[in-house]
């Protein structure tokens, strides 16, 4: 079995104390690989040498930055199947979307590659003759970025891409999940070119691994994706450093369709949305609202479509639905799916993990449909799994209502024909992205990405934007008088 060490000052090398635990297949619950498990020792390694490499890298020219990026991308683009296969092997998703991951990945390091040569600030005038001023943009120091298993290869790629470019130092934690991933991406920044200290690896868990690097005063930002309680955790902890924090957290992304919509692509919006990843995703469609006057045509076409999706081994092209991304994950979303049950609402699909055959080695659940009433915990709470609840709504402004009545706000959507509808709720809903017309997931990565409410702290990643959390803003101020000149003073 093959057994991978943290990467630390550009070397492979071991934890101290020499555990390790293991990267499992969700599908076939085999043994992938051995990984570190990493503890506050290894985290104040990897800042040592993020620390030491900080200050060439930080003056190394960033389109030359962008260039070693640009590289890695492209390292990307010749393995891309086996890396998607690699991310379907390790996370479960199916393999279209494991390739889609890598894909994001790309597109991305690509995109960001260029803001080697932009990393704009500002030049604009003074209020005192001879004298010039603008901004500049400077590396933050060393970063932590820690990241989800649900994009294993695209969220870290935001996350390096933008840290990277913009002059910072790493170190990375990724999920325990995905482990393997991680590895591989981090081998291919290696390959192309990155000086070593650059980019430093450490596996292990939030605790052993996560915490030390939240809580070390070396790390002077850092950039999380994950679930809204661990994030409360990083903003608590990190506050006392003072630390910029990046939060990417939960949601409960509503769909919404009005009585004018094209029902049958709403439908297959829907099944993408809500399956698609068997709802492992911040963006995934997790509440259906649908206008009272279209209701039962949408919903028993939705049952039909839904009822014929094929659950199965992730690697196989007909599949549409994977896995689960293991043991936890599966009794967390089985455990909503009983408090569904309970509180009444109408089990309309699925409901069961799955049992018999293939399904015995993985982590199935069956893709399930609740009829709900808004209000219910499963219409509030972020479940992460194949569970949709379908909210019944008597027109725009009680749908708007429902689909803002939740503590999130990532990502939304309206299925109308309607222009005048579509931009109101452009303006209404009240989240960080909004579809019209397509499902909640498939955000494109030159827009930034992030949510309002308790998704986050207002921070955005992909985008230009993504480098406002890596960047520090300096203001220059150049007086080429040859006097002294008084700001506020001098009339
Ligand atoms: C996530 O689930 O954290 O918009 C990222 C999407 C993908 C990214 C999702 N492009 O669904």
Redesign the pocket.
Known sequence: MKEYGHYINGNWTKPENGQTFESKDPATGLTLALFSKGGKTDVAHAVEAAEEAFPRWKRYPAPKRGEILLRAASIMRERKDALGELVTKEMGKVIAEGRGDVQ?AIDFIEYISGEGRRLFGETTTSELPDKFCMTIRQPIGVVGCIT?W??PI??PSWKLGAALVSGNTVVFKPATLTPLCATALVEIFEEAGLPKGVLNLVTGSGEEVGKPIVEDPRIKAVSF?GGVSAGREVYSRASGGLKRVGL?LGSKNPLIIMDDANIDLAIEGILFGAFGTAGQ????TSRVIIHERCYDETLGKLLEKTKALRVGLPLEPSVDVGPVCGEDQQRKILKYIDVGKKEGAKLLCGGQKMTGGFSDEGFFIQPTIFEAVHGMRITREEIFGPVLSVIRAGGYEQAVEIANDVEYGL?SSIYTQDITTAYRAIHDLETGITYVNAPT????VHLP?GGVKNTGNGAREAGTAAIEEFTEIKAVFIDYSGRLQKAQIQE
Not at 441 to 444: F, L, Q, R, T, W
């Open positions: 994001e989800p649900n994009f695209a969220v994706t990417e995703r911040c963006t995934a990502s997931i498939g955000a494109e990405f």
